[in-house]
């Protein structure tokens, strides 16, 4: 939340200036947008391996952060009422992001744990208002994010392996400005954060996963008006 409260007090000094004449925002819309983002995705073991006894069972045994760049398309649907500005957005992007980490459990055998972010979807709300040719907006929605999760686990001569792509779903919210360059195209920069999680395990152990994403995405909308 951190981003979050560092641009809401620029958008509220912006507001506070008033504005002589709204821009249009309303209407359909689409582009693209690209950026980074960066992660946490701590491991807790749900059940061991055959059900076997641990102490490890119910705590975090690891935890890594994937980051890289993200690229994408967004579309969606504007209403205005005077400088107020309310709508909806799906936003769709791939991303390379990936991390690694590793650690022994108690009687010393080996574990590892790899993480990529293959895309993420979110469907959102946003609202806000048109300040000076600018519209600053707050969003909150839902968000799945695919990955590929991957854990070894047994001994070195006899590991066990659990790597599949799967989807954790959760919670967006984010905040951003955008701006006209003319009257059917605007750029944007926005900080959207999700907070997602997921429970998996294959002929392996059990995990839940917690991840939080920090994103920071430039974009290019063309508006299709009313």
């Known amino acids: 939340m951190k981003t979050l409260s560092a641009v809401l007090p620029a958008a509220f000094m912006l507001l506070a200036a008033g504005a002589a004449q709204s821009e249009d925002w309303s209407g359909a819309y689409m582009g693209f947008n690209a950026g980074y983002g960066t992660s946490e995705i701590d491991w807790r073991l749900v059940e061991n391996a055959g059900n076997e006894v641990s102490s490890n069972v119910g705590n975090s045994?690891?935890?890594n952060s994937p980051d890289g760049m993200l690229g994408g398309i967004q579309f969606g649907h504007n209403w205005q009422q005077g400088d107020f500005v309310g709508g909806v957005e799906m936003e769709i992007s791939a991303s390379n992001a990936d991390a690694y980490s590793t650690w022994t459990n108690e009687d010393g055998r080996f574990r590892d744990a790899a993480a990529s972010i293959e895309y993420t979807a979110s469907l959102a709300a946003r609202a806000g208002f048109d300040v000076q040719d600018n519209l600053l907006y707050l969003k909150l929605g839902g968000v799945a994010v695919n990955g590929d999760y991957h854990h070894t686990g047994g001994s070195l001569t006899s590991p066990r392996e659990l790597d599949g792509s799967d989807s954790q779903f959760g919670v967006l919210v984010g905040a951003g400005i955008e701006r006209k360059i003319n009257e059917r195209a605007s750029l944007r920069f926005h900080?959207?954060?999700?907070?997602?999680?997921?429970?998996d395990g294959n002929r392996t152990a059990i995990f839940g996963l917690k991840q939080d994403m920090h994103t920071f995405k430039v974009g290019l909308n063309f508006s299709f008006g009313n």
Not at 191 to 199: F, G, N, Q
């Open 191 to 199: 900080v959207p954060r999700s907070d997602v999680s997921l429970t």
């Open 61 to 63: 045994v690891t935890s």
